[in-house]
């Protein structure tokens, strides 16, 4: 008996062997190597319309998840500024060397479109001030608008967990979804940058738009 199941364990062993490789835990983690930064409240900068109060359009709730909601026909940030309306933080944890990375679990509401989720601020200049946008367009997770680089096609509805790595010297960008990496980008210089997520208007928008967030963390390669 013993013989005949023999090749039945075999076969057993080897399809185990095949879950594991193909699951995400089986994945490095992106973090791996990285130190932690500190990010106490006071980082976590909010922009919002500016002639809101800010529970009109940002929740932090007890468990400390982040709401953030827009109108796109709400005001820009700043009275007088040319952009469009956003409810989202800037992390206040600049840099411009080194290796640095975000991560934080985000949740995008099914029906929002046409709005960046997540950036790293600061280019070499203008017409661009940033060195990576993702933006949501009918539930796909894009590299700005770029339909051809697609960095998931179901985020809606889901909890999602977002890593960017910005290696600064070498220019260069990756991005993780639950761990499994997605995207690999050029940088576009710039001598200071940081990370901002939320909601902020882009093209062809839907009426109300809405992110959230939660475990946001910065770490980094290079002591600061």
Known sequence: MAKRLTPWISVLV???????????????????????????????????????????????CADGMRRFWVY?????????????????ILLNVTYNSGVWQFEG??????????VSVMQVFGAAGPPRNTTLM?????????YYNDEAKVVDDHIYD???????????QASALTVFIDGDKR???????GDLHYFKFGVYTQTDPSHYMESRWRDVKVYTKTPY
């Open 14 to 60: 080897v399809l185990s062997t095949l879950w594991h490789s193909c699951s995400p835990a089986a994945g490095a983690d992106p973090t791996a190597g990285f130190t932690a930064v500190e990010t106490t409240e006071d980082r976590f900068k909010l922009h919002k319309p500016y002639d809101l109060p800010q529970e009109q359009r940002y929740e932090l």
């Open 72 to 88: 796109c026909d709400d005001k820009p940030f700043r009275a007088g500024s040319p952009t469009k309306p956003r409810s989202e």
């Open 105 to 114: 679990y985000g949740y995008v509401p099914a029906g929002t479109t046409g």
């Open 134 to 142: 993702l933006h949501v367009y009918g539930g796909r997770l894009v």
């Open 158 to 168: 889901r909890w999602f967990r977002l890593n960017v790595v910005h290696d600064v």
């Open 183 to 189: 995207l690999v980008v050029p940088g576009y210089g």
